[in-house]
Structures are given as C-alpha cells and as structure tokens.
C-alpha cells in the first residue's frame, strides 16, 4: 500500500453546484482501483469560484490546486500523477501562489478554504477565539471601544459604524438585549456572506458572542434566507460543536458570562433584508418594515434594544479584536476602513470573491481580477451594490471603491456585489426588470414602492414599445422623485438608482425618437 | 431544500401530523415562521385546515395566520409538482442568459414560471438569487443546485427524470 496522500474538495455551494460530491466519489474509486490510500478533507472555499471544483493535493512544497475538474478529468489526473502534483492542463500551481488569491487583503476571509469549516482545532490553529479570548478579559465598553476605533462600518450595504450602533445598544436599558445576524443575503451578485458561513462558520460564531459581550446581550439570532440550506447545516453543526466546546452557553469557557444563539430561518423574502422588516420576521410576523425612529438599537427584537448586524460586520470583529483595533483601521482610505469582500458575478470570466482594503478601483476588480467577460466582449455596464446599486458605464470603472466616492457618482457599494453585463444587455429591459423585482419583493406598507413600483414597469412598456416615449420617460423621473422621498426603506427609496442610471447613460436604449 | 415533499399523493390533510408538526415550535419566541417552515416541509404546501390549529396555539385569528403565510414566497398554498423547478431571474444570471434558458425552460415545459404541468410532473418557478452568482446562470432541480447551467444541460436533467 502505497503512502496516504490528502486531498481537499470543497463542500460549498458553488463547488457542489458543479459537481463536488460526484467528483469526489469518482477519486475515490480510481484511487481504490490503483490501490492507492487517500484521505479527502472537505474544506470551505477559497473564494476562486471560477476555478470550481476546485481540487487540492498535499504535497510537501504545500498544496497544489486543480480547478475546474470533472469526473471525466479523474483517472487522467491521475496518469499525470497528480498526488504528487503532477502536470496536468487543469494545474493552477501552488494555492497560495495564485495570483487571485495571493493580492488579496484576506483579514476576514483569511481561514475560508485554508481549513475543515467544521474542525474547531483547525479553527484555533488560524488563530480562532483568539479575539473573543481577550474580550472576555475586558469590559464591554472598552470592545466597543476598540470596534469603534477600528473605523468598521456595516458591510451589509448601510455603511453604518458598527461601534456606534453597539454603543447605542450598550447604553440603552432593557431586560434582554440581543444580538441579530443579517444573514439574508439576497442582493443579485452577492455571496460573500454564503461563503463565509459555509467555510469559516465559528468566525461569525465568534464575532455574535464578542457583539452579546459588548452590550450585555445574552440571547442571538442568525437570521438565514432559506435559499441558503448548506449554510444552514453548516452553521447548525457548528453551533452543536461550540456548545459542546464551552464557547457557547451560560458560563463561557468559565468566564461566567453567557451568550448561546439560534439559527431563524427566512422564506423567500427579499425585503426581509431590510433590518427593521427582518424583525418582525423573527417575530414571526409578515416582513413589514418598521418606521424609525424608534431604532432597532432601542427598541427591536421583541421591543428591545437589539444589534442588528450583517454577517460579515460581525465576523470582522475577531480579527479586530484578536490584533487590534489599529492593525485593521491601517487598511483603507478616508473613511472607509478596513476590508471589504467584493463578488465578482454575472458576464465574467473570473467570478469570485476579492477581499481587498477600500480604494481598489472598479477597474482592477472586473478588468484585472475578473478578466473582463465571460464572453470575451466588451464590457457595457456594471451594477454594483445588488438590484438597489447603480448601472455604471465602462466609463465610470476608475471609480475608487469607497463608500463616499460611490455616493458621490449617485452610486452605491452596497454589500460589494459586482454584476457586469456585456453589449447584449438591454438597459430598457434592465431598468423595467429593476421595477418588477420591487413589485414582486415590495412589503406593501407604503405607497410609492408598492403602487410606484407597478406603474414604473408600466411606463417603461410603453417607452420600449414607442409609445410617447418623452413624455413617460419625464413621468418616469417624477414618480423616481416620488419613490425617493416617500418610501420608508431602500426597497422603494433606492429601485429609482438602477433606473435612472440606466435612462443616464444608456439613453438609446430607450425609444425617445 | 424548500420542497421536501412534492409529490402530489403525499400531500393529503392529516390532522395530527399537523398537531405534531405544529406543537414543536409552541413556546418558541416568534414560533409561527418555523411552525409554518415544519408544516411546509411536512404537506408540501400549507393545508387550509392548519390555519385553524396555527390560530388556536399562536393565539392569533385565522386572518392573521393567512396574512403571515401568504407574505412569504416559500409558503404553498397548492401541492406542487412531482418535480420542482427553480430559475434564478435576478441580475447576474440575466447577465449570463437567464432569459433565453427560461423561455426554453417554459417552451420544453409547456408552462411559464408559477405554473404546474396538467399531469402534475413539473412545477416552475421564479427564484430570485441563489446566492452562486460566480457561476451564473443558476437553477435548482428538486432542491439541487446546479451552477453554469445551459439549455444543453438542462435537457440532459430534464432526459434523466423523464425516463
């Protein structure tokens, strides 16, 4: 029998979507069939999705990756020797030499795809708990401190500074305060949040419990759309593992502080993104949103004072905690501190995950990590910041990616997601579709969302099909203005950026003659 | 993943099923989600007769119950097909051709999104963002997700359940 070589084969999403599970049982047919011993680690992923599945072989210079394979590539694989790492067109060289991977700033995804999801050694050997062990030895107003120094805002797409909001949570009286994880993750494009939780889950474990230790909450939510299950699994299984650990529970780790928390599961709903509708969904009611004041800080879950958080805010905690509030604000440029995960999607040939610092320019992202399109055309428009971002033109791609240079070009970054579009695009669909989505998702309780909504998609109709197109474009800009100001949350409120933007740069698209 | 039962001979009305079902999610704060998820998972869609059982133990009228059920896209108010099939409509997969594969998806099918064949094999479905947007456009067969989807492949799916 020859010596045991190890194997790692993501169990993700993505690298499921494209045939993982199969992949794997094919390699361990053929290397039953050589006689040939091997141990396959399913480890999160790397964030290289273009490159799923992506297989990665132990050998001693380090692990040597294989992308894209296909059962039918398996026994060639192996006449090339690839447990050995052996040449083969599908070989990407050393992992952590691929360029993808190796520019990036990786802070809060620095474990994803290096290490067992599930394994809380591997977790503690890269450097896991090592935040939540000194936040136990401070009190909570110096965490808040050190999250508030470390200039992080909220990744979920608001940009609120999170050492504020805890701040305001820390102060605020009530008798059981909590913490809410904003895990659903539904703006097209984005997937960083899928990706942290289904590679790194203790991370946002962590994070939750070092946010119960800030404000004195004991009790956490992970609110998780329901076209998540792998993370659901994931996730549960961490949790069982955690609490069986101590890292979990009334006396963590014999500190004699609590926090235990709970998987909620979402069902389909977009507008349960929004933070005030997504409590009222953990309640157990209809996604409405809430009016504020009064804020989820003072009055949330239940009616009391509540963290509301996007995953990867609170997973970026640990590592602030773990090396300090200065070593994260040291990324960066103006007031955007820190990392951020860009999602690479839609018409590119390299999509993935790119965690850099802020100030990377859009140009870099698609053109030098992306590869531009998938169908090798040229670029004709961008969204970025999900369904509610601006359509940027090849044009704008010199923009910095920073939060204050995106408002300012009328954009926004949002929760980081990167759709490109190539010349088949049709803008006036585009913006119609922007329209529909806010009709399908809208909660209702306000009128310029959900009756604007409906009448936009209309009037955009009538501009593709010719009709009066002038006079519905100028009708078009006023019920945007109206949905601008009159709406209660982004939903109605922000569905007026992808469309104008659209109208703005792309005005042929749009019958005005 | 939303529907583990959706074959239409499971989805008859069994009061006590449903009590089981319901009565695990009783003292749980805002347990009226998860109690409908558990029913969802159970009948393959929410029996009339739930609301009734729902409004008793979540204490609230039968309006409220519809009015909480009929929010959320994963909640059924009809047995779906033997077969369910979700396409992503959202941005990056329409970037990467979604609109074609739906077209060719409802012309194979005979449907269009939201609708179920007559012999009850296929329901199709609209799904806005699978999260997998690297790897566009996106579907889901029966729960399974599959990444790069084309009308080639989705024709080789559709070949194996056909048979």
Redesign the interface.
């Known amino acids: 029998m020859s010596d045991l070589v190890t194997l790692y084969v993501p169990l993700e999403?993505?690298a499921?979507?494209?045939g993982a599970d199969e992949l794997v049982i094919a390699i361990c047919q053929e290397a039953a069939r050589r006689g040939q011993d091997v141990e396959i680690i399913r480890n999160g992923s790397w964030g290289m999705?273009?490159l799923?599945p992506l297989v990665e072989v132990e050998t001693d210079k380090g692990r040597i990756a294989y992308g894209n394979v296909t059962v039918e590539d398996v026994p060639g694989l192996f006449a090339a020797g690839f447990l050995t790492g052996g040449d083969h067109a599908l070989c990407q060289g050393l992992t952590a030499d691929i360029s993808y991977l190796k520019t990036q700033d990786r802070l809060t995804f620095a474990r994803c795809g290096l290490i067992d999801a599930l394994s809380l050694d591997d977790y503690q050997l890269n450097g896991g708990f090592l935040g939540l062990k000194k936040a136990l030895e401070m009190t909570p107003e110096q965490i808040v401190d050190q999250v508030t120094k470390s200039g992080l805002r909220g990744r979920g797409g608001a940009a609120f500074p999170t050492g504020i909001k805890w701040n305001t949570v820390l102060g605020a009286e009530g008798e059981q305060k909590y913490i809410c994880c904003n895990a659903d993750?539904?703006?097209?494009?984005?997937?960083a949040d899928?990706i942290l939780m289904e590679s790194d889950p203790y991370c946002l474990i962590e994070g939750m419990i070092i946010a119960g230790l800030a404000v004195g909450a004991t009790e956490g939510y992970i609110y998780l759309?329901?076209?998540?299950?792998l993370c659901k699994e994931i996730l549960g299984e961490a949790l069982i593992n955690a609490r069986a650990d101590g890292w979990l529970g009334r006396d963590i780790r014999g500190s004699g502080k609590a926090f235990d928390l709970q998987i909620?599961?979402?069902?389909?709903?977009?507008v349960c993104g929004e933070e005030t509708a997504m409590l009222d969904?953990?309640?157990?009611?209809?996604?409405m949103v809430r009016a504020k004041p009064p804020l989820p800080a003072i009055h949330g879950l239940?009616g009391q004072p509540t963290v509301v958080n996007n995953v990867l805010s609170l997973a970026s905690v640990p590592i602030i905690m773990a090396r300090g509030a200065k070593f994260y604000q040291d990324f960066g440029l103006g007031r955007s501190r820190g990392t951020i995960a860009f999602?690479?999607?839609?018409?590119?040939a390299r999509?993935?995950?790119v965690e850099k610092a802020f100030g990377i320019d859009l140009r870099e992202l698609v053109e030098d990590y992306g590869g531009g399109t998938?169908t090798n055309t040229a670029i004709k428009a961008v969204?970025v910041g999900g369904?509610l971002g601006a359509y940027l033109s090849a044009d704008d791609l010199d923009l910095p990616m920073d939060y204050e240079a995106f408002s300012q070009a009328g954009a926004v970054l949002g929760h980081g997601?990167i759709?490109?579009?190539?010349g088949s695009?049709d803008m006036a669909e585009?913006a119609k579709?922007a329209f529909d989505?806010c009709a399908?998702?809208s909660?209702g309780k306000c009128t310029p969302c959900r009756i604007g909504s409906v009448r936009g998609s209309e009037l955009i109709a009538k501009i593709q099909a010719g009709e009066n197109s002038q006079q519905n474009l100028d009708m078009v800009r006023d019920l945007c203005d109206v949905m601008e100001a009159g709406s209660l949350c982004a939903m109605g409120g922000m569905t007026p950026i992808p469309v104008l933007s659209a109208i703005k740069n792309w005005p042929k698209d749009f019958k005005t003659e | 993943?939303?529907n583990d039962k959706t074959h239409l001979e499971k989805a008859e009305w069994d009061e006590t099923e449903a009590r089981q079902v319901i009565e695990q999610f009783t003292g749980l704060?805002?347990?009226?989600?998860?109690a409908?998820?558990g029913l969802q998972h159970a009948f393959g869609f929410i029996p009339k007769p739930s609301y009734d059982l729902l409004a008793d133990v979540?204490n609230l009228s039968k309006a409220e119950i519809y009015?909480?059920k009929s929010?959320?896209?994963?909640?059924k108010s009809e047995p779906q097909g033997h077969h369910v099939i979700q396409i992503?409509q959202?941005?990056?997969?329409?970037?990467?051709g979604s609109r074609a594969l739906t077209r060719h998806v409802q012309e194979l099918l005979g449907i269009k999104l939201g609708q179920t064949t007559h012999d009850g094999h296929f329901t199709l479905e609209a799904?806005?963002?699978?999260?997998?947007?690297?790897?566009?456009p996106?579907i889901t067969f029966d729960?399974k997700?599959?990444?790069?989807m084309s009308e080639d492949n989705f024709d080789g799916l559709l070949k194996k359940v056909a048979l």
Not at chain 1, 281 to 287: C, N, P, Q, T
């Open positions: 999403t993505t499921l979507s494209l999705s273009w799923e993750e539904g703006d097209s494009g984005t997937f899928r759309r329901s076209e998540y299950p909620r599961m979402g069902a389909g709903s977009y969904s953990l309640e157990g009611k209809r996604g239940f999602q690479l999607a839609g018409n590119i999509g993935g995950l998938y969204q369904p997601g759709v490109v579009f190539d695009a585009q579709f989505f399908v998702e909660c | 993943m939303l704060k805002g347990g009226l989600m998860e409908l998820h979540f009015g909480v929010f959320y896209h994963d909640f992503c959202a941005e990056s997969c329409q970037a990467r799904v806005y963002c699978l999260g997998n947007c690297a790897v566009s996106n729960g997700l599959h990444g790069r």
